[in-house]
């Protein structure tokens, strides 16, 4: 068989820039950093280079119409990957303005050249390329431009990007003579914007493709990759598991078929209040060197939930402090969805984590700005769980505290929840009592009976018992089941 070439990659530096471009930006090409003021065009131009002087690249960052040197500087201050001693030997900054005023884009072309050979940098950001496009007198001419920069960048070995502001064409003339386009927008849903970043093209080379979320931090940019092109194949092939994971509620394994099936999902339905937090929590204390636990979270902070578990007699705080057992939390706001599914994949790969409670599973739902895409995200998700073996128990809210039905809070989720114990408030005698019931387990039988249970005290949450005496349970207004006096009057033999 012919050997397939590899081409080589300049990694970006950037956090998951690097996994949707499968590596980085193919060296010696030319690719375009679009997108609209404000994006975060200069931002990323300047991280690419402060990364590739950090492996001991040289990077030129050249400026046409935009803010000054002093300025630029000043900015990336504020930046973590901005390092000063880089300047200006592996780093250096000039204005090719000048050069493209008196002598247009022959003579900015020579500037380039000049400084790329004479600084020997092997990789060159060129900022404001609408300027250099304003000045050409045609297409042909600015194409032209494109192409010298093309033979030069081959002649140097120099990967070149160049930054520009998209001016709404349905193809611009250089888009189909680059190696790369990369896109990044800032999109309005509603009250709130999101950034994303799309990688339009790259050439000779396969990339993650749709729209990937990212922030400007105190890092720089930082790409969350979307979960389902990230993970669409799992990162290690599934496997059947046949073992079973204490729920650590007495009686509730039974019902079970003898806890929960290893490597599986199951999802804790019902109302506020009801709960599904004290369920996890018995679940998560359950963790051991051999098991580590992963309390991922977003109602209650790190404290509350000690000082809660400890109140049911569970010592959350130790196994904390033994390692057994993380707690991530959090709050509530315009988080990302695909970070927020991030943050709990890296969690789960760095303690090799294999009980998982989530708490709950409306803080990503509030977190999309997709609803559409929602049903496929968690399929993904679940997928990638159940192949790093992680035995998980989530909590879904049901919107009505009473009620015969169960109404699960996204479509398309009860097919992803391989087991179901649904919780739920029933009055009788003018009191509200609790009710648990084992609806599905996947390919194991369970007692899906009716059972009382209670929150009390040191014990926790703790089956009470079959609920007897009464009938239309699942109404939530149960009536007391009639006593049987023997046959209707008239009713008998001949």
Same mark, same amino acid.
């Given at each position: 068989?012919? &050997?397939?070439?590899?081409?080589?990659?300049?990694?970006?530096?950037?956090?998951?820039?690097?996994?949707?471009?499968?590596?980085?930006?193919?060296?010696?090409?030319?690719?375009?950093?679009?997108?609209?003021?404000?994006?975060?065009?200069?931002?990323?131009?300047?991280?690419?280079?402060?990364?590739?002087?950090?492996?001991?690249?040289?990077?030129?960052? @050249?400026?046409?119409?935009?803010?000054?040197?002093?300025?630029?500087?000043?900015?990336?201050?504020?930046?973590?990957?901005?390092?000063?001693?880089?300047?200006?030997?592996?780093?250096?900054?000039?204005?090719?303005?000048?050069?493209?005023? =008196?002598?247009?884009?022959?003579?900015?072309?020579?500037?380039?050249?000049?400084?790329?050979?004479?600084?020997?940098?092997? @990789?060159?950001?060129? #900022?404001?390329?609408?300027?250099?496009? #304003?000045?050409?007198?045609?297409?042909?001419?600015?194409?032209?431009?494109?192409?010298?920069?093309?033979?030069? $960048?081959? !002649?140097?070995?120099?990967?070149?990007?160049?930054?520009?502001? $998209?001016?709404?064409?349905?193809?611009?003339?250089?888009?189909?003579?680059?190696? =790369?386009?990369?896109?990044?927008?800032?999109?309005?849903?509603?009250?709130?914007?999101?950034?994303?970043?799309?990688?339009?093209?790259?050439?000779?080379?396969?990339?993650?493709?749709?729209?990937?979320?990212?922030?400007?931090?105190?890092?720089?940019?930082?790409?969350?990759?979307?979960?389902?092109?990230?993970?669409?194949?799992?990162?290690?092939?599934?496997?059947?598991?046949?073992?079973?994971?204490?729920? =650590? @509620?007495?009686?509730? #394994?039974?019902?079970?078929?003898?806890?929960?099936?290893?490597?599986?999902?199951?999802?804790?339905?019902?109302?506020?209040?009801?709960?599904?937090?004290?369920?996890? !929590?018995?679940? $998560?204390?359950?963790?051991?060197?051999?098991?580590?636990?992963?309390?991922?979270?977003?109602?209650?902070?790190?404290?509350?939930?000690?000082?809660?578990?400890?109140?049911?007699?569970? #010592?959350?705080?130790?196994? @904390?402090?033994?390692?057994?057992?993380?707690?991530?939390?959090?709050?509530?706001?315009?988080?990302?969805?695909?970070?927020?599914?991030?943050?709990?994949?890296?969690?789960?790969?760095?303690?090799?984590?294999?009980?998982?409670?989530?708490?709950?599973?409306?803080?990503?739902?509030?977190?999309?700005? &997709?609803?559409?895409?929602?049903?496929?995200?968690?399929?993904?998700?679940?997928? &990638?769980?159940?192949?790093?073996?992680?035995?998980?128990?989530?909590?879904?809210?049901?919107?009505?505290?009473?009620?015969?039905?169960?109404?699960?809070?996204?479509?398309?989720?009860?097919?992803?929840?391989?087991? !179901?114990?649904?919780?739920?408030?029933?009055?009788?005698?003018?009191?509200?009592?609790?009710?648990?019931?084992?609806?599905?387990?996947?390919?194991?039988?369970?007692?899906?009976?009716?059972?009382?249970?209670?929150?009390?005290?040191?014990?926790?949450?703790?089956?009470?018992?079959?609920?007897?005496?009464?009938?239309? !349970?699942?109404?939530?207004?149960?009536?007391?089941?009639?006593?049987?006096?023997?046959?209707?009057?008239? $009713?008998?033999?001949?």
């Amino acid at each position: 068989m012919a &050997e397939v070439n590899t081409i080589e990659r300049v990694p970006s530096g950037v956090p998951g820039l690097d996994t949707v471009l499968k590596g980085g930006f193919p060296r010696g090409g030319i690719h375009i950093l679009q997108g609209v003021p404000g994006a975060g065009k200069t931002t990323l131009g300047n991280q690419i280079c402060y990364h590739h002087a950090a492996t001991g690249g040289r990077a030129l960052y @050249v400026t046409l119409l935009s803010e000054t040197h002093a300025r630029m500087l000043l900015h990336l201050g504020t930046m973590r990957f901005f390092d000063a001693a880089r300047l200006p030997d592996q780093v250096a900054y000039i204005s090719g303005f000048g050069a493209l005023q =008196g002598e247009g884009l022959p003579g900015l072309v020579t500037l380039l050249r000049r400084e790329v050979a004479a600084r020997k940098a092997t @990789v060159l950001v060129l #900022d404001g390329l609408v300027a250099a496009e #304003d000045r050409a007198a045609s297409d042909t001419e600015f194409k032209t431009f494109i192409q010298e920069l093309q033979t030069q $960048a081959g !002649l140097h070995g120099c990967t070149v990007f160049l930054l520009t502001t $998209a001016k709404g064409q349905a193809v611009p003339p250089e888009h189909t003579m680059v190696d =790369g386009i990369v896109e990044l927008t800032d999109v309005r849903f509603g009250s709130r914007t999101e950034r994303g970043l799309f990688v339009n093209k790259l050439r000779g080379s396969d990339y993650l493709p749709g729209r990937h979320p990212f922030r400007i931090t105190e890092e720089g940019l930082v790409v969350y990759p979307r979960v389902e092109a990230a993970f669409r194949v799992t990162t290690r092939p599934d496997e059947a598991r046949s073992g079973r994971l204490s729920t =650590g @509620v007495e009686g509730l #394994d039974a019902m079970l078929g003898g806890g929960l099936p290893e490597g599986t999902v199951t999802g804790v339905l019902g109302p506020s209040g009801i709960g599904k937090t004290t369920l996890g !929590l018995h679940y $998560a204390c359950g963790s051991s060197a051999a098991e580590p636990g992963l309390f991922f979270g977003f109602y209650e902070t790190p404290p509350r939930l000690v000082q809660q578990a400890a109140s049911l007699g569970l #010592d959350l705080g130790g196994a @904390v402090d033994r390692g057994e057992v993380e707690i991530l939390w959090q709050p509530q706001g315009e988080n990302l969805q695909d970070a927020l599914a991030h943050r709990l994949l890296d969690a789960l790969g760095r303690r090799g984590v294999r009980r998982l409670f989530l708490d709950g599973l409306g803080g990503f739902t509030e977190s999309s700005v &997709e609803p559409g895409r929602l049903s496929r995200f968690f399929s993904v998700l679940v997928n &990638e769980m159940r192949a790093r073996g992680v035995t998980a128990l989530y909590t879904m809210e049901t919107r009505d505290v009473v009620g015969p039905g169960i109404e699960l809070p996204v479509s398309g989720v009860s097919s992803l929840v391989e087991n !179901l114990i649904a919780l739920r408030y029933v009055e009788r005698h003018a009191r509200s009592r609790r009710l648990l019931s084992v609806v599905k387990v996947r390919g194991s039988g369970f007692d899906p009976g009716l059972r009382e249970f209670v929150l009390e005290g040191r014990r926790g949450l703790s089956l009470a018992g079959a609920f007897e005496g009464a009938q239309e !349970l699942l109404s939530g207004f149960a009536r007391d089941r009639p006593a049987w006096d023997g046959p209707p009057s008239g $009713a008998g033999g001949q």
